[in-house]
Nanobody, 113 residues
Framework: QVQLVESGGGLVQPGGSLTLSCTASGIIFRLYAMAWWRRAPGKQREFVAQIYSGGGTTYLDSVEGRFTISRDDAKNTMYLQMSSLKPEDTADYYC???????WGQGTQVTVSS
């Protein structure tokens, strides 16, 4: 059974930084692309970033240059380093395995002064 557990969310001021983690179990982690999605209050869930098994990455235009997705296959963990955070980045952030259509439970990020 695949399990995805996110952590690292919280309250941060505009311009601040935060790093999210997603640890997976029940899969051969290194074989799978992994992604971050988010859902802002009152909005639909949107793609944020993806990292492929080979390390290639893609980003939502509005976060490129501010967010960095990475993975540590030895730890079965994916990360999202977020910097220069803006109030519009406020959302629940979800870990996702596209090939398995499996979601984590989400972690809340609030950007506010």
């Amino acid at each position: 059974q695949v399990q995805l557990v996110e952590s690292g969310g919280g309250l941060v001021q505009p311009g601040g930084s935060l790093t999210l983690s997603c640890t997976a179990s029940g899969i051969i982690f290194r074989l799978y692309a992994m992604a971050w999605w988010r859902r802002a209050p009152g909005k639909q869930r949107e793609f944020v970033a993806q990292i492929y098994s080979g390390g290639g990455t893609t980003y939502l235009d509005s976060v490129e240059g501010r967010f960095t997705i990475s993975r540590d296959d030895a730890k079965n963990t994916m990360y999202l380093q977020m910097s220069s955070l803006k109030p519009e980045d406020t959302a629940d952030y979800y870990c996702y395995v596209p090939q398995l259509a499996t979601w984590g439970q989400g972690t809340q990020v609030t950007v506010s002064s």
